[in-house]
């Protein structure tokens, strides 16, 4: 019996858009993803079956920010590396969605929490013109979510890149 589980095809078009991320002098990127639901093949067994049923709920959102060709945050494939590793060469236009859905089912909650997340980030981008949390990962089946916000050294970064920018 074989479970799989990944990205599928998130993985080639963030590929995609890290190379991008580092050729722009000046870029905010929000990425969010999630994990989907863990197929099983063959005859599972109870272990296996209840694997199944505890996966698919977590994700996480990250805001990478270059400023004047400087990385002030990280984007997402700095801080989960694997991202950059898979040999995914599957790009979304050779595949449908309906494809994917079936190979690669989500749950909806989690879309939710990921919607949620990319809300937040863009909420202060837009209305405020403040990046408070770098990056957040969350788990909708236990119901929560964590912050982890732009650090000091992350807004001193920022302020000496743009000089002139209220502290």
């Not at 270059?66 to 040999?87: H, Q, S």
């Not at 912050?147 to 302020?159: H, I």
């Amino acid at each position: 019996m074989e479970i799989t589980s990944k990205f599928y095809l998130s993985l080639f078009s963030r590929q995609q858009f890290h190379q991008f991320f580092n050729e722009q002098e000046n870029i905010v990127y929000i990425d969010t993803g999630n994990d989907a639901v863990d197929l099983i093949k063959g005859n599972p067994s109870e272990k296996t079956i209840k694997q199944q049923e505890e996966s698919g709920y977590t994700g996480q959102t990250v805001t990478g920010l270059r400023v004047k060709g400087e990385t002030i945050l990280a984007p997402v494939a700095e801080l989960y590396p694997d991202v950059l590793t898979d040999e995914d060469t599957i790009a979304p236009s050779d595949i449908s969605c309906d494809q994917v859905i079936v190979s690669q089912p989500q749950r909806r909650i989690t879309n939710q929490y990921s919607a949620l997340a990319v809300n937040n980030m863009l909420n202060f981008i837009v209305n405020q013109y403040l990046i408070v949390n770098h990056h957040m990962v969350f788990h909708a089946k236990k119901g929560y979510s964590r912050a982890f916000p732009v650090t000091e050294e992350q807004r001193l970064l920022f302020n000496r890149t743009n000089k002139g920018i209220k502290e």
